[in-house]
């Protein structure tokens, strides 16, 4: 009953390393989102996608970038990893409302260490 | 921009005991109000969402939400908890100017006692 997949649960990176993070939904839906969750900040929206190879800028987008070549498939790149980038990283999906009112639905989470 | 506070990072509660959690929004236009519950070592779920219409909102596990737009307050409360309600439980906003993205409280954490 998987919906949204996040290939890795668990990476340790070094600094300055490229790292690719997956996500992939089963859903046909048309919107795919990346945050990163930090104790105390709750969820912070880093790029959003609402069709394939679209892509826009969330609210902190600075150190990554995305790509979406195929419907179901979102990816998040850290071209240089950082230690500030340590953190949960959540990959959600959804349908399009023309309201407003979107339902996400989440990946498990990729917890990322920088050393 | 919008914005979510959450006004406790932290609640412990007793077991059968009721619980509120506090959220409150800035937005100056009609926006779409959620709550979602992370247990630990998974993702987000939705507990429930307000979209229009009556201001109680229910949803899954006992869970219910007021949305008092003269405050701009989305309080969610259960009347009694059990053990397994122990999760972090996040506010979400979206709608008026942000359009269909969704921003996010800072969450709160429950952590229910035997």
């Known amino acids: 009953d998987v919906k949204v997949t996040q290939s890795s649960r668990y990476l340790v990176k070094r600094t300055g390393e490229k790292v690719f993070l997956e996500c992939v939904q089963d859903?046909?839906?048309?919107?795919m989102f990346w945050y990163r969750q930090d104790p105390g900040l709750g969820l912070r929206l880093i790029y959003f996608?609402?069709?394939?190879?679209?892509?826009e800028k969330g609210d902190i987008p600075e150190g990554y970038s995305v790509s979406r070549e195929k419907k179901e498939r979102f990816s998040l790149i850290l071209e240089s990893a950082s230690t500030n980038q340590t953190s949960m990283y959540l990959c959600?999906?959804?349908?399009?409302?023309?309201?407003?009112?979107?339902?996400?639905?989440f990946g498990a989470g990729s917890r990322l260490t920088v050393l | 921009a919008q914005s979510v506070t959450q006004l406790d990072s932290q609640v412990p509660v007793f077991e059968e005991a009721p619980v509120e959690l506090r959220c409150n929004y800035s937005?100056?236009?009609?926006?779409?109000l959620f709550w979602y519950v992370q247990y630990p070592n998974q993702g987000l779920q939705l507990l429930l969402k307000?979209?229009?219409?009556?201001?109680l909102v229910k949803g899954i596990n006992g869970f219910e939400a007021e949305f008092n737009k003269s405050q701009t307050s989305f309080h969610l409360r259960k009347p009694s908890v059990h053990i397994s309600d122990t999760a972090e439980y996040f506010c979400?906003?979206?709608?008026?100017?942000?359009?269909?993205?969704?921003?996010f409280g800072g969450g709160t954490r429950v952590l229910v006692k035997p």
């Open positions: 959600a999906s959804s349908s399009t409302s023309r309201s407003g009112a979107n339902v996400l639905t």
């Open positions: 996608s609402y069709d394939v190879k679209m892509k």
């Open positions: 859903m046909d839906h048309e919107n």
């Open positions: 937005s100056s236009v009609s926006v779409y």
């Open positions: 307000y979209l229009s219409g009556s201001t």
């Open positions: 979400a906003v979206s709608g008026g100017a942000a359009g269909n993205k969704l921003t």
